[in-house]
């Protein structure tokens, strides 16, 4: 069974702070992609990575793939309240994604 | 295009009662997929279609779930003589088959069982 499992599953900080989230797994994926999810509505795509090392920059985030494709992980940096939410990973098995259990994150003012 | 949509956005209902939602893909997207979100959780696989063909359901889906997809377009998943544990969010999201194969969510149908 793949599982993927993120940490931390919980996260509070000041706004200008920068954080990472991770994404592990002991399965290989062929593609992985973080979401964004807002309370009481659907995950929205932020990215989807698919080479082995793959940096991929959204403005302050960053995403990188392992090498492996085993792993990745979402830096921000100067977090602000915006970003506050639910970020969810997803790897891509044969057809499927299997997602994350979630970071869920809180930028304070 | 509007995105991936579904009807309704809520639903509240007494136990026993059917339940059936609605998913309308991105219109070129061969692939369809229903997933179940519980509070604080990661969504759940539970089924997905290849076109009209349903190729593979989740062990979470009971006999009381069922999912269609007639024309390959639209999908419905419908819940029989609900519970309070199927309370959630369901989530259907599309994709095409080609390139990196990316998944595009609907808003989610948040279902309430009294």
């Known amino acids: 069974t793949q599982l993927l499992e993120q940490s931390p599953q919980f996260l509070s900080i000041q706004e200008g702070e920068n954080l990472t989230v991770y994404c592990n797994s002991s399965s290989v994926f062929s593609s992985l992609q973080w979401y964004r999810q807002e309370p009481g509505e659907g995950p929205v795509l932020l990215v989807t990575v698919v080479t082995g090392g793959e940096v991929k920059k959204l403005k302050r985030l960053t995403f990188q793939f392992g090498d492996a494709r085993k792993d990745s992980s979402l830096h921000i940096t100067a977090a602000q309240p915006g970003d506050t939410g639910l970020y969810l990973c997803?790897?891509?098995?044969?057809?499927?994604?299997?997602f994350g259990t979630g970071t869920r994150l809180k930028v304070l003012a | 295009d509007t995105g991936v949509s579904q009807d309704p956005r809520h639903k509240i209902t007494k136990r026993g009662q059917n339940v059936t939602f609605r998913c309308d893909p991105i219109s070129e997207h061969n692939r369809l997929y229903w997933y179940r979100q519980t509070l604080g959780q990661g969504p759940e696989f539970l089924t997905y279609?290849?076109?009209?063909?349903?190729?593979?359901k989740s062990r979470l889906l009971s006999d009381r779930f069922s999912a269609e997809r007639p024309k390959g377009s639209f999908s419905t998943l419908e819940i029989q003589r609900t519970e309070q544990g199927d309370s959630a969010m369901y989530l259907c999201a599309s994709s095409l088959t080609s390139g990196k194969e990316t998944q595009y969510f609907g808003p989610g149908t948040r279902l309430l069982v009294l």
């Open positions: 279609f290849q076109n009209e063909a349903q190729l593979e």
């Open positions: 997803a790897g891509r098995g044969t057809y499927k994604y299997i």
